[in-house]
């Protein structure tokens, strides 16, 4: 009897099957230009019934070829999720909103209700998110989770843009009885600065529903830091809160530190490269120490932390049974400070949770003790063109206030002219233009070209900005690489091998000892590459290292498919003609 309800049982599972729900074109490399290149898409498309996810990641689909596969999804009211990161490769940034607006359009005729939204890795700019506006404001989005916009190159304009869609996408889904409740925020490398920052903060605060933010690299200074806190302070379920490598100073990670007090569902925080410095790092193990019960991750690396402070950090994780990691590398501990932090995590029995010390800075000096005022006064410092710039972007954001009816307020603040260290810093094109003419000799004498990793990290951050469709910026780009690669080749003691080495793993190709971490690589990175490998300057022994390790399958590079299979064409037609 037990065998016959088994083999019934078996049986109808067998008959219910798994239902096959998503289409997947992803990483194939196509270029899709027109109708006729997406024939056969469009036929499995439309023959696809109930389909509810489509991958187009590592393709780069152009404008018809968009209103073909838009024309196919109109009568797919299933549909639930866009995977459509970096599919625009070598396309003009003009052509990227006629083509999201045409894929929108069909998602809403179709009745569809979104749940992922992921666009990240097309440097659309703030016209891009224009051509997502009207999607984002739809029934279609009422019911979206997931938004993925990392590398986007969304900037100040389009971070208020997406605010604002978002703002008015909550209002009307509220009045409808199903408030938005978005889980998953991702806008990494976006260059959103304080303003868009805000005024995303203002959108969080009203969603109150966030489980997972992901800002790193954005430029974000302690207003727009605080203005986040507050946000954050109204999504109680947050489980991940990344903002590593924006500038939090000590205001704030007190303002941080405040937040972290109302998470107690906090996992995983990451403020490494954040500059929370040691008031900042003390306020943040008190808000450890009075709660954030289930804390696996905490970094605060590379924040100009000293050894007190170090040490109330580590005091405030002990006993914490769910903590799988405390990282306090690249901060100002000094050698005995180290010691000391080591022999502290030890003595609780948690020594192998500690990450590596093996960056620390050392004991700061008295000279280094720069405070918020100081950093305050840099930021007042600004010359009348940059007013001028801000004025523009305010008349700009004006009329879209207008079209949208919303008011998104920002902080009457405006920064301090780009300079080669704020470039390398927080690099962006419009600040590359900005050095002018001498750009490539002033980045030359600011790096320093006898360190082969140093000049690695400079390359990446240089060709970061790469932009194949813009001319002023492709050329601002080559020509600072040439210069500071010409310099650093032509320099006796350079290690070209060691240059080599520390590319490969800064783009997280091959594996270092120090457990660096790698970049987010982007397009920009190999496009540059490519032109380098060509340059008579770059030594053809090194061509066959790099064909080596680009030849192996990687996730590091799957967001990057035609431009890595471009610069592979291109390491082996230069390894046969050498």
């Known amino acids: 009897m037990a065998a016959d309800s088994v083999a019934q049982l078996t049986d109808s599972l067998a008959k219910t099957g798994v239902v096959e729900v998503e289409l997947s074109y992803k990483g194939q490399g196509r270029k899709l230009d027109d109708a006729k290149s997406v024939s056969d898409m469009v036929k499995e498309i439309q023959e696809f019934d109930d389909l509810q996810a489509l991958r187009l990641e590592g393709n780069t689909v152009g404008v018809e070829a968009a209103k073909a596969i838009a024309k ?214 008190e808000a450890v120490s009075e709660g954030l019960p289930i804390l696996r991750e905490l970094n605060l690396s590379f924040g100009e932390i000293t050894e007190d402070a170090a040490l109330a950090v580590a005091r405030a994780v002990k006993g914490r049974d769910k903590l799988e990691k405390l990282d306090l590398n690249g901060n100002s501990l000094g050698e005995d400070g180290c010691k000391t932090l080591k022999d502290a995590m030890e003595a609780m029995k948690m020594g192998q949770l500690l990450g590596s010390l093996s960056d620390d800075e050392g004991e700061p000096d008295d000279d280094d003790d720069v405070d918020d005022e100081d950093d305050e006064e840099e930021d007042d410092d600004v010359d009348e063109e940059e007013i001028e710039e801000e004025e523009e972007e305010e008349e700009e954001e004006e009329e879209e206030e207008e079209s949208t009816g919303i008011k998104v307020s920002t902080p009457s603040s405006v920064s301090r002219p780009p300079d080669v260290s704020s470039f390398l810093s927080f690099p962006s094109p419009d600040k590359l233009l900005k050095l002018g003419a001498k750009r490539a000799m002033l980045i030359e004498e600011q790096v320093d070209v006898s360190d082969p990793t140093k000049t690695a990290e400079a390359f990446l951050k240089i060709a970061s900005v790469y932009k194949e469709e813009n001319n002023d910026v492709k050329n601002a780009v080559l020509d600072s690489i040439d210069a500071l690669l010409k310099k650093a080749f032509s320099t006796p003691s350079f290690q070209g091998y060691s240059f080599v080495s520390s590319l490969l793993v800064l783009l997280g190709l091959l594996k270092s000892e120090d457990k660096v971490k790698p970049v987010l690589v982007v397009p920009g990175h190999l496009n540059a590459l490519e032109h380098v490998v060509r340059q008579d300057y770059f030594p053809k022994e090194n061509v066959a290292v790099l064909q080596a390790f680009l030849s192996r399958n990687n996730k590091a590079l799957d967001s990057c498919g035609n431009a890595r299979n471009s610069l592979q064409s291109t390491l082996q037609r230069v390894r046969c003609e050498g």
């Open 72 to 285: 196919a999804l109109e009568t797919k009211s299933m549909f639930k999720r866009c995977y459509w990161s970096d599919m625009f490769t070598g396309r003009l940034r003009s052509e990227i909103p006629a083509a999201l607006n045409s894929l929108g359009d069909a998602v809403m005729l179709a009745g569809a209700r979104l749940t992922v939204l992921d666009l990240s890795d097309n440097a659309f700019g703030p016209d891009g998110v224009k051509g997502i506006e009207k999607l984002l404001k739809s029934t279609a989005c009422y019911t979206l989770q997931e938004l993925r916009l990392n590398n986007c190159g969304m900037g100040i304009g389009g971070g208020k843009i997406l605010a604002a869609s978002l703002i008015q996408c909550h209002k009307k889904s509220s009045a409808e009885g199903t408030p938005l409740g978005l889980k998953v925020f991702v806008a990494g490398r976006n260059r959103l600065e304080n303003d868009a920052a805000t005024a995303l903060a203002q959108a969080f605060q009203l969603m109150g529903s966030l489980e997972e933010v992901h800002m790193p690299q954005n430029g974000i200074n302690h207003p727009g830091v605080t203005a986040l806190a507050k946000a954050m302070q109204h999504n109680s379920a947050l489980r991940i809160l990344n903002l590593n490598d924006n500038t939090f100073t000590e205001k704030g990670a007190i303002a941080m530190a405040q937040a972290l007090k109302h998470l107690r569902n906090i996992q995983v925080i990451n403020f490494g490269d954040c500059l929370v410095r040691p008031a900042g790092a003390i306020a943040i193990a």
